[in-house]
């Protein structure tokens, strides 16, 4: 009887991470490149789709790799950035979910050095901080993936110059869902700055308390449940 209700948990989760890679693409984070992967639960194996862009993402099309780098089940071959999925589900056991993306807001915030700022609710879930990995270029080694997760630590989310985000969190919905919230909390606050004149001195941010608050409401159940289902419909072209 477990078995079978692991096989069923699997089999679900298959479809979470096709729904993943095609909510990125349709929300503008990616184009022919990024991907999103989610650990198979209790295994320190993941799930991770084949070299194509995360549009053409298929059931059949998926891979199961261990994080050592090592392809274990599927046909085709896996994106040679894995390495980013690999180490950060190895230093993290908490986190069931990994999402890389080329967002155009993030990549510009983080070229013009600007961290950040906490300025609405949905933004909040990152108030303990988003690194930079300033390091510009592929990770294709497990080096280089050892070195992202360093740069990521406990947090949820961090940024990679010229290159993206990283995000991880405990399954794949809320890493999904994450990074459409990151996207849309640069894209903010660069609009923030552009009315300021690039006075970021100028942006009324929240306070550590206020974004503390808006966390603990915005990143409960009920609202990120919504929001997945909101971008399932918007892959979907059901809106």
Not at 25 to 53: E, K, Q
Not at 229 to 236: E, G, I, N
């Amino acid at each position: 009887m477990p078995h079978n209700r692991y096989a069923v948990a699997v089999a679900d989760l298959h479809d979470d991470v096709v729904l993943a890679n095609h909510i990125v693409h349709r929300a503008g984070l990616v184009t022919a490149f990024g991907h999103v992967s989610a650990r198979i639960p209790g295994t320190d194996t993941f799930l991770f789709p084949t070299r194509a862009s995360p549009a053409l993402a298929r059931r059949e099309r998926l891979l199961v790799l261990d994080l050592d780098g090592r392809k274990l089940e599927g046909d085709g071959d896996p994106n040679t950035e894995l390495w980013i999925h690999a180490r950060i589900y190895a230093a993290r056991p908490d986190v069931d979910g990994v999402v890389h993306v080329h967002s155009p807001a993030c990549v510009a915030l983080g070229q013009i050095g600007e961290p950040l700022r906490m300025l609405h609710n949905s933004g909040a879930i990152f108030n303990d901080g988003v690194p930079m990995f300033d390091r510009v270029g592929l990770i294709r080694s497990r080096e280089l993936g050892d070195a992202i997760a360093t740069t990521l630590g406990s947090k949820r989310a961090m940024l990679l110059r010229g290159h993206g985000a990283n995000l991880a969190d405990r399954d794949v919905r809320a890493a999904t869902v994450a990074a459409c919230l990151l996207e849309e909390a640069a894209e903010i606050q660069l609009r923030a700055l552009a009315a300021a004149g690039g006075r970021a001195e100028q942006l009324h941010a929240f306070s550590a308390e206020e974004a503390s608050r808006a966390r603990e409401e915005f990143d409960a159940t009920g609202p990120m449940s919504r929001a997945w289902d909101y971008y399932v419909a918007l892959a979907q072209n059901r809106l």
